[in-house]
């Protein structure tokens, strides 16, 4: 399983960014997806996922913010950030947990004017 996240960059605050998660060598379209995050001395978090049938669960600080979607014919997980704040910047991270856990390798998003 081959995890390949993109679409990260630097992003003044108040401004949006979407990032993609190609999936390759997995049952995509059965499998949840998720998105986390982790800021330079925090713990990684879940930021938001999304089921086989298109269930979304989003953390707190990210509700009405964050849209995560997936487009199984292009095994692809998006997520559309906006309104983005410095406590938004982190690393992020695409993660599923089909059959064992993977992970991508990671995409830097900062948040700075």
């Known amino acids: 399983v081959q995890l390949q996240a993109s679409g990260g960059g630097l992003v003044q605050p108040g401004g949006s960014l979407r990032l993609s998660c190609k999936a390759s060598g997995m049952n995509f379209s059965s499998a949840t997806m998720a998105w986390y995050r982790q800021a330079p001395g925090k713990q990684r978090e879940l930021v938001a996922n999304?089921?086989?049938?298109?269930?979304?669960n989003y953390a707190d600080s990210v509700k009405g913010r964050f849209t995560i979607s997936r487009d199984n014919a292009r095994r692809l997980v998006r997520l559309q950030m906006s309104d983005l704040s410095p406590e938004d910047a982190a690393v992020y991270y695409c993660?599923?947990?089909?059959?064992?856990?993977?992970w991508g390798q990671g995409t830097q998003v900062t948040v700075s004017s």
């Open positions: 999304i089921t086989s049938s298109g269930t979304t």
């Open positions: 993660n599923t947990n089909w059959r064992r856990t993977f």
